[in-house]
C-alpha cells in the first residue's frame, strides 16, 4: 500500500511517501517540504499567531494535495514540539481539523525518542547490540538507549536547534558571550539525564538522526547525500570540537557556504552543533554513526506492524 506521513515539525512540514506493506523495507516514493518555522511564530504568550495558524493550515493542504496526487491510501499525520508546547495547541489542532480535516497527533517528547528509537532499530537490526540514540531536532533533543526494539529508557529536553538559536543567538554571527551561556546552559540540561542511561551500561553502538547531525557530518568531511543512502557516515567528537568554534565565528551566510549545508538551516548550525558537542562529550561518545532513518520511518514502521499479513 502506498502511505503518506506528514511531520508538522518545529521547522518543517513534510510529507513522505512510501511504499510500504508488513515485513517489508518501506520504500520512498516521493517527499514534499515546506519551510514553516513553527517555532519562530510564537507570539510573546507562547501563542502560534494567527497568521501563523493560517499559514500552517495551507501548508498542510498544500502536503494533503500531495498525497492525494501521489495516490496515498492513508496519511499518517503528527505534530512536534513547536505545537505541543504552543500555548493554544487545542485550538490551533480544533483550526486544522475544521479546515483540513487532519487530525492531527501531537506526540510526546518520550514518544519521538520511542519511534526514532524503533527506526534506528529497523535499519541496524539485532547485530547492533545495544543502541544509543540522539535526536537534535528545531525543538527538542531527544535521547534513548535500549537492546529490544523498544528502548530501556528514553528523554526529551528543550534543546532543539531552532529554540536555542531564537532563544540564546539573536547576534550574526554572535555574541562571544551569548555562546558562552548557551554552551552551559546545553550541558547543564543534559547533565542532568546522564545518571538516569549511565546505570544500563555502556552502548554498543552510538548513532544519530536529524539534518543537524547530517549536516555536521558533512562538513566534518562525511560523503553527501548524493553517493546513496548505504554509505557509511560518522561524526567524531574531535571533529566537532574543531568545528564548533569556526560556526560560533561565522555568520548565517558564511555557514551556508560549507558544504551539506542549506541556507535555511544555517542559522541554527552553531546551536545545534553546541548541543552535539555537549551530548558526546558528556555521555563519552568518541564517535557516532549517522541513521537514514528517523521519526517518519519510526511512525510508519508502528503503522505496518498494526496491519494484518497479506
Not at 42 to 64: C, M, S
Not at 69 to 93: H, I, M, Q, W, Y
Not at 139 to 157: F, R
Request: hydrophobic share 40%.
Amino acid at each position: 500500500m502506498r502511505l503518506g506521513v506528514l511531520d508538522v515539525g518545529s521547522n518543517t512540514v513534510h510529507l513522505l511517501v512510501v511504499d510500504a506493506h508488513p515485513g517489508a523495507r518501506p520504500l520512498p516514493a516521493h517527499s514534499h517540504k515546506a519551510e514553516l518555522r513553527l517555532a519562530e511564530l510564537l507570539d510573546e504568550h507562547g501563542a502560534i499567531a494567527p497568521d501563523g495558524v493560517e499559514r500552517l493550515i495551507a501548508t498542510v493542504q498544500g502536503a494533503l494535495q500531495a498525497a492525494e496526487d501521489k495516490g496515498c491510501e492513508e496519511v499518517l499525520p503528527f505534530a512536534t514540539s513547536a505545537v505541543r508546547e504552543a500555548t493554544n495547541a487545542d485550538a490551533v489542532l480544533d483550526r486544522v481539523k475544521q479546515k483540513t480535516g487532519i487530525d492531527l497527533q501531537v506526540l510526546t517528547g518520550e514518544e519521538e525518542a520511542r519511534l526514532t528509537f524503533l527506526a534506528a532499530r529497523r535499519w541496524y537490526g539485532w547485530s547492533a547490540g545495544k543502541l544509543f540514540l540522539l535526536d537534535i531536532g528545531g525543538g527538542s533533543l531527544e535521547i534513548a538507549y535500549g537492546i529490544d526494539e523498544e528502548p530501556d529508557t528514553a528523554v526529551s529536553l528543550p534543546l532543539g536547534a531552532g529554540r536555542l538559536t531564537s532563544g540564546w543567538l539573536p547576534g550574526d554571527p554572535p555574541d562571544t558571550e551569548d555562546v558562552r551561556a548557551l554552551r552551559r546552559h546545553v550541558r547543564a540540561q543534559i547533565a542532568r539525564t546522564v545518571g538516569e542511561f549511565s546505570r544500563f551500561g555502556k552502548p554498543d553502538h552510538v548513532v544519530a538522526t536529524s539534518k543537524t547531525f547530517k549536516q555536521l557530518a558533512r562538513i566534518a568531511g562525511s560523503p553527501g547525500s548524493e553517493k546513496g543512502l548505504y554509505l557509511r557516515r560518522v561524526l567524531t567528537r574531535s571533529s566537532l570540537e574543531e568545528w564548533v568554534p569556526k560556526l560560533a565565528l561565522m555568520t548565517a551566510g558564511q555557514r551556508a557556504d560549507l558544504p551539506g549545508v542549506s541556507e535555511g538551516r544555517a542559522p541554527q548550525l552553531l546551536a545545534g552543533a553546541l548541543v552535539a558537542e555537549g551530548a558526546m562529550d558528556l555521555f563519552g561518545v568518541d564517535e557516532l554513526e549517522i541513521c537514514p532513518w528517523a521519526l517518519r520511518e519510526g511512525v510508519i514502521l508502528r503503522r505496518l506492524d498494526h496491519l494484518p499479513e497479506e
